[in-house]
């Protein structure tokens, strides 16, 4: 994995470098035409970005020479020096010192000494004649042509490319279970090698695509001063992970959610200075964006040390929505209960603000997690603080899924929604208030038979009997949304990799099932949508 430093330092030169090209372009388009203003305002602009990149990554002696170089552009600009003589002469020779720096800097290697550069350039600024050598016409005319190693792409080319990908994995299942139907030896060696390379593809794709969490974590000092600022609350914010690796378009995906996350913090879930003096905390608020890996998944977590979400307001709250009736929510842990701040247009705002209420428009925020296959969490201790955790995929184009048989099909349920997977006996069960409940892992989880589920109808479910139980239960454990139910299937399959591709209309109207995969076989499997499923049991439950 790149550090961050190698990173940043890739991006400067690819940018750095486009810099130069559209300099020495522009240049000589001015030497043609001195009069020619959109050429002369490019060229200032460019010089003026390049010493601001320079000197933020620390390349001292390119943001001088681009800082001079762009003092003697704005006195053309501003009509005090000409661009004639040896002006052009020097401004050509500032920007060739320029592109020697920046290979200099993507070669690791000492930058060449400027002082005669500057001393020409400050000349040239007090109205005096450079000092013009015979080691450098020359050397101008010897000068050889270099392109750069680093090239910008697309994203939508590198979509295209992963699809082909995603195409190319699902042939790859089917070669390899044909393969083994066959027994040919030679067709076996080859399918093995097939598949070698396309995991080899697969893995290299994926890794062009991703980016540090770095690239946005770092627009957010800036919002998090200006909300602090209009909020009149003193709030440090600390980053940490921000070389974790994430595919570019999931990131993209999650920015209005982790702005929605970080205002929400400040506005609501962090206290004033005075407040927090009176509750024995410091009057200055703490702010944590984090990263790291757990598995083949990125977490993302916003921390804040502020007053916490008091369960028992939300359980008052989501009754008095009607979400609930009184007698359940008095038995809800307050995982369960905190669940409820992500139901549509709930909130335990007192008042509308411009910076909207803690639980406003947090279901907005899950849908936008749930669409990439992950999961958002809550947890909070009163007066303590609150952490929010986006648990996401690396990349959205193939995902580990569990393959399991219902009714003698195939059907797929992504692991990010796969808790754990456990069988039972019957004397296992017990049935409370016409549901099933089982004890697994010190907790009594509801557990109902995915067939039922899925062939309901509109209705309530039918209150649970352990007398449909025969034998043993192969039950798949679901998390969401901090609820955990259990599916009873036929039987498991297997664990793998799929790509799964959009229902076709006019089957895309079913939410029940997030789309499709085509497995070894050349067999359609559906593949489930965990957080239809929940919401599904939850609206309909006996």
């Known amino acids: 994995m790149k550090s961050r430093e190698q990173e940043y330092r890739e991006i400067f030169m690819a940018e750095a470098l486009e810099y130069y090209d559209a300099m020495s372009r522009h240049i000589s388009e001015l030497e043609r035409n001195p009069a020619d203003e959109p050429a002369l305002n490019e060229l200032f602009r460019l010089m003026h970005n390049l010493k601001s990149n320079a000197r933020a990554m620390g390349y001292t002696q390119i943001g001088e ?62 109205g005096e004649s450079p000092i013009l050598e015979d080691t450098q016409e020359e050397e101008e005319a010897n000068r050889k042509l270099e392109l750069s190693d680093l090239v910008y792409i697309q994203i939508k080319k590198l979509d295209h490319l992963l699809n082909l990908v995603g195409e190319l994995i699902i042939d790859r299942d089917r070669v390899l279970t044909l393969s083994q139907e066959i027994g040919n030896p030679a067709l076996m060696a080859a399918a093995a090698h097939f598949s070698r390379i396309a995991d080899d593809l697969q893995y290299s794709v994926m890794d062009a695509r991703l980016v540090g969490v770095g690239s946005l974590f770092n627009k957010f000092p800036r919002v998090v001063r200006d909300v602090a600022a209009a909020e009149e609350k003193d709030v440090e914010l600390t980053i940490v992970g921000e070389d974790i690796q994430i595919d570019r378009n999931i990131l993209q ?42 598995r083949d998944d990125v977490l993302i977590q916003v921390i804040d040390d502020g007053r916490g979400i008091d369960v028992e307001s939300v359980r008052r709250k989501a009754v008095e929505r009607g979400l609930v009736a009184a007698e359940t929510a008095a038995t809800l842990d307050p995982d369960a209960v905190r669940s409820f701040l992500f139901e549509p247009g709930f909130s335990m705002a007192k008042q509308v603000t411009e910076i909207s209420g803690r639980g406003v428009g947090l279901d907005v925020v899950k849908l936008a997690i749930d669409s990439l296959g992950g999961q958002l969490r809550v947890d909070s201790v009163m007066g303590q603080g609150t952490t929010f955790t986006l648990v996401l995929p690396t990349s959205i184009a193939v995902k580990g899924a569990l393959l399991f048989v219902l009714d003698e099909r195939n059907y797929a349920i992504p692991l990010m929604h796969t808790d754990s997977v456990v069988s039972l006996m019957p004397d ?36 649970a009997s352990k007398a449909e139980l025969n034998g043993r239960q192969d039950i798949i454990i679901v998390n969401y949304s901090n609820r955990k139910l259990g599916l009873i299937v036929d039987r498991f399959l297997r664990q793998q990799d799929i790509v799964i591709k959009p229902m076709s209309k006019p089957l895309d109207t079913i939410d029940l099932f997030g789309g499709v995969t085509l497995l070894g076989s050349g067999q359609v499997c559906l593949v489930l949508d965990v957080p239809a499923l929940t919401r599904l049991f939850l609206a309909r439950r006996p």
Not at 77 to 97: A, E, H, N, Q, Y
Not at 264 to 275: C, F, K, Q, S, Y
């Open 65 to 126: 020479a681009a800082h001079h170089m762009e003092t003697i552009f704005g006195l053309i600009r501003s009509k005090d020096m000409t661009f004639t003589g040896p002006v052009v002469t020097v401004l050509f020779d500032g920007i060739d010192t320029i592109g020697e720096m920046i290979r200099a800097v993507g070669a690791d290697q000492e930058a060449s000494d400027i002082s005669f550069l500057l001393e020409n350039l400050d000349r040239l600024v007090r």
């Open 253 to 294: 995906i999650i920015t209005d959610s982790l702005l929605h996350l970080v205002r929400n913090a400040i506005g609501h879930g962090l206290e004033t200075p005075a407040e927090r003096i009176a509750a024995g905390k410091t009057g200055q608020a703490h702010l944590t964006l984090s990263a790291q890996t757990e």
């Open 428 to 463: 296992d069960f017990h049935v409370v208030g016409g549901m099933l409940l089982a004890r697994v892992q010190d907790e009594n989880l509801p557990v109902v038979p995915l067939r039922r589920l899925l062939h309901n109808g509109d209705g309530p479910l039918a209150p």
